[in-house]
């Protein structure tokens, strides 16, 4: 089955500082999307990519799908104590009957040092 | 806008007891709707998908089942917990048709002793 390789696995940075997190897979993808979870409630969505080379922005938060479409990356600047949370990478290759699932990465846990 | 309920938040079952989590979305219609269970380190697992009423894809063998008895709403079962069946469960939806990104829940955790 499809694979993601999202690192770092966690980060620990202080406030200010900007972050870096990737995604990487053996296989090409159609969409790719980045959510983030806190503690206790579930992942909401970030930014969605659909086209390969695509840059996004959502505030300080901008994610790009690579140009080979299989990887894409997620950047976060001037990080502020509230993006404390783990980040995940999804991806889907909109293949016929797998259109509907997606494929996480594992997640990266950030903290930030106030 | 569109919204997902989840409920319980939490709960707490003994082994061999039964289970029910249910989940309904609003403000949309024939979503496609998910059942994910998210384990202590952090991986989110596809257990069941559905395109419509009635429709239910398993993606794990487990004892755990699905069904969809109205357009928005998803129900996962069980007849006898296991120890194993505890995580966090998470409902998710997204619009039945075109490229559209998933939608979750703030789901449930499940403790099973």
């Known amino acids: 089955g499809q694979q993601l390789n999202q690192s770092p696995q966690s980060m620990f940075i202080q406030e200010g500082e900007d972050v870096s997190m990737n995604c990487t897979s053996s296989s090409i993808f159609n969409t790719w999307l980045w959510y983030k979870q806190e503690p206790g409630e579930g992942p909401v969505l970030l930014i969605a990519l659909y086209k390969a080379g695509e840059l996004t922005s959502n505030g300080r938060l901008t994610a790009q799908f690579g140009i080979t479409r299989k990887d894409s990356f997620l950047n976060i600047s001037a990080s502020i104590p509230s993006d404390v949370g783990i980040y995940f990478c999804a991806g889907r290759t909109n293949s016929g009957g797998s259109n509907y699932k997606l494929t996480f990465g594992k997640g990266t846990l950030l903290t930030v040092n106030p | 806008s569109q919204t997902i309920h989840q409920w319980p938040a939490t709960l707490v079952q003994p082994v061999g007891s039964p289970l029910s989590l249910e989940c309904t979305v609003e403000g949309t219609s024939n979503p496609n709707l998910y059942w994910y269970r998210q384990a202590a380190g952090r991986g989110l697992q596809l257990l069941f998908y559905s395109v419509g009423i009635g429709q239910i894809s398993s993606e794990v063998p487990q004892n755990l089942s699905a069904s969809r008895p109205q357009d928005r709403q998803f129900i996962l079962s069980s007849k006898k917990l296991l120890l194993s069946d505890s995580g966090f469960y998470l409902c998710?939806?997204?619009?039945?048709?075109?490229?559209?990104?998933?939608?979750f829940g703030d789901g449930t955790r499940l403790s099973i002793l």
């Open positions: 998710a939806w997204s619009r039945g048709v075109g490229n559209q990104p998933q939608h």
